[in-house]
């Protein structure tokens, strides 16, 4: 509106003299890997997600920066995979394995925050050893799961590709860093097989063998 006219007249666009476009906030188009462990790193792609002020959200666990760069943002999934507590996430105590939302946020006061969309990422859980013991099979890793989560261990005979026992009831730890499978040991046939963890439909990317005699 040209308001030095007389009358005041609509002239549109020919008075813009600076075109500006306000930010809608930080958005997420995709996280690099798709599936990833606790202690692994990660690269958040999307736009206005490089900002010092910008957070990194997976679940309701702060992630921390490692790297901003002017296209994506690096960050460390907090833990070690080889089962030392260093975070909460490895810890058991914060977050399962599966499908977790993960998102970014510029805080604007202490109590209010500026969100962008949710990626839906997949923690994954990590065996590091697999035993049998008696007639029981003892798995140890980090986020293996919890007493409420959907947790399957099968024996799976390399020789000839086939999955000869699944078991879909575990003994877990409240730290989710071991679970027992009672009696999968004596329920199987005597034989060398890899054991293959899935947590909330999301499968360990290592399967160690065991020997049941």
Do not use: K, M, W
Not at 88 to 100: D, K, Q, Y
Not at 150 to 175: E, H, I, K, M, Q
Not at 181 to 199: C, K, N, Q, S
């Amino acid at each position: 509106i040209d308001y030095e006219s007389a009358p005041q007249t609509v002239i549109g666009e020919d008075g813009i003299a600076i075109r500006v476009l306000p930010s809608l906030g930080p958005r997420l188009t995709r996280v690099s890997p798709a599936a990833f462990e606790a202690g692994g790193e990660i690269e958040l792609f999307g736009i206005d997600i490089t900002a010092s002020d910008i957070e990194v959200v997976l679940g309701d666990v702060v992630l921390t920066p490692v790297l901003r760069l002017p296209d994506r943002l690096r960050v460390t999934v907090e833990g070690d995979p080889e089962g030392n507590p260093q975070g909460p996430i490895a810890a058991g105590s914060t977050l399962s394995a599966g499908e977790v939302p993960l998102l970014v946020r510029r805080r604007l006061t202490a109590t209010r925050v500026r969100s962008s969309n949710l990626l839906a990422a997949r923690l994954l859980p990590t065996v590091s050893s697999a035993a049998v013991v008696g007639d029981d099979i003892v798995v140890d890793g980090v986020l293996l799961g919890a007493d409420s989560d959907d947790v399957t261990v099968s024996l799976y005979d390399p020789g000839d590709g086939l999955t000869v026992r699944s078991f879909d009831v575990v003994t877990t730890a409240a730290d989710q860093h071991s679970l027992i499978v009672i009696g999968a040991a004596a329920a199987a046939p005597a034989g060398t097989y890899r054991v293959i963890l899935r947590v909330n439909n999301q499968q360990a990317r290592v399967s160690p063998s065991v020997t049941v005699p």
